[in-house]
């Protein structure tokens, strides 16, 4: 079955997610390696859990997607328009629109291959041509590998946002990088 293409470059492709992505999700989202940062290696997912939290209706604005690279599937990225409980957080105007981005390499052997600076840039440079003023990630403060991949994306650091994520038992800071059009 052919799927829509959100974004594509000469390796990555990013399409909707569709039911037969969710045993991808179960085997990427039980591995300790992805859930050290996404989720928690405390909160592994089975089939059941990928359905449940992956495939709802309830939250339609949210797209979420497979990604792929040169033909396997190799990770996921989801995104949406921040709501106003999140502006707030974040500390936006309430009238701002800002999306929010967030996303994993499910396989280990594209790790450090500058997959996922591609993937960052290349989705942040689509959503901006859609209208919001700025496209938001939150990684967790610690998670160094991530920040270096969205500062290489164009991703200036913003600020930390004090113990902003409840991740293995403990709350955990997260910065807060945001990347703007080019110009602004």
Request: proline share 5%.
């Amino acid at each position: 079955m052919k799927h829509a293409i959100v974004w594509r470059d000469e390796h990555i492709a990013v399409r909707p997610l569709v039911l037969e992505d969710a045993p991808l999700l179960a085997s990427w989202l039980s591995d300790p390696g992805v859930l050290e940062y996404y989720e928690g290696r405390d909160r592994p997912y089975d089939l059941g859990r990928v359905k449940t939290h992956f495939y709802r209706d309830d939250e339609a604005a949210k797209r979420r997607c497979l990604v792929g690279y040169d033909g396997t599937a190799i990770g996921y990225i989801q995104y949406a328009l921040l709501d106003a409980a999140e502006l707030e957080e974040y500390g936006y105007a309430a009238d701002a629109r800002i999306a929010g981005m967030d996303l994993f390499i499910g396989e280990p052997e594209y790790w450090g291959r500058g997959i996922g600076t591609a993937l960052v840039a290349g989705m942040a440079g689509r959503l901006l041509t859609e209208g919001p003023e700025a496209v938001t990630v939150d990684p967790h403060a610690e998670n160094a590998r991530a920040i270096r991949c969205y500062g290489k994306a164009g991703f200036p650091r913003l600020r930390v946002l004090p113990r902003h994520e409840l991740h293995e038992g403990t709350w955990h800071d997260c910065a807060l990088i945001e990347r703007r059009p080019t110009g602004v």
